[in-house]
């Protein structure tokens, strides 16, 4: 029955789709991005995506996403008529080609919502996150010093320029006290790792730290 519903849904659906992947691991993936992923003609999405889905795109067409967006654009409009799914890590709404592929395909696009590594993040330390400031460093510039003075709790995605001993740099010259950052990597994979640290413990911290996302909280507010 359940199966008949489901499928019912999908007709209804359009021929693109762009589809979060949640956190990494097949088991955060909800169950209708699955039904979707497998029904698909054409898969669009990331190396590292792909190989999380190996099993469910034998036999598919797969366009790998690279920084040639522009190409990806004409491909998907060649080939607007076929099943196309675009898979996006973590949830669609947050830091993804969403926006991009509004702004930039005239089709319509079906969006399949996913947990984000944040709201897996929050949930792995017991806490919540609607009352902090969440945003991504990836690729961007944002005034840290700024935000961290003024929010009591912060989670971030991170990159190869803001990585965790950079924040814990900015915050220490900040001259804040009273700060712990925890940094969870490879969420939801076997390797994850989800520790936190003080700041200058964090700065001192020789590794190199696989994709991440940070947390940030004042303790004792």
């Not at 998907?76 to 702004?103: A, C, H, P, Q």
């Not at 897996?120 to 996150?129: A, E, I, L, P």
């Amino acid at each position: 029955m359940k199966s008949e519903n489901l499928e019912g849904v999908m007709d209804f659906m359009n021929n693109i789709k762009i589809i979060g992947l949640g956190p990494g691991h097949k088991d955060y993936i909800l169950p209708i991005a699955q039904n979707l992923i497998k029904e698909s003609q054409i898969i669009i999405s990331g190396k590292r995506n792909i190989e999380n889905i190996q099993d469910w795109v034998e036999g598919k067409e797969i366009y790998y996403i690279d920084r040639y967006l522009d190409k990806m654009i004409e491909f998907i409009e060649r080939n607007s008529k076929k099943n196309i799914v675009i898979v996006v890590s973590g949830d669609t709404g947050f830091y993804s080609l969403l926006s991009y592929i509004k702004e930039n395909l005239d089709e319509k696009v079906e969006v399949i919502t996913g947990i984000s590594s944040i709201q897996y993040m929050f949930s792995k330390m017991g806490d919540v996150w609607n009352d902090a400031f969440i945003s991504s460093v990836h690729g961007r510039e944002l005034n840290l010093a700024s935000i961290i003075n003024q929010y009591d709790k912060i989670g971030l995605l991170t990159d190869s320029k803001y990585t965790p001993q950079r924040i814990a740099e900015i915050i220490f010259q900040s001259s804040l006290e009273n700060v712990e950052i925890t940094v969870g990597e490879n969420l939801s994979y076997e390797k994850e790792s989800i520790r936190t640290y003080e700041v200058e413990e964090l700065m001192k911290e020789k590794k190199k730290f696989d994709i991440n996302v940070v947390v940030i909280r004042k303790i004792g507010n």
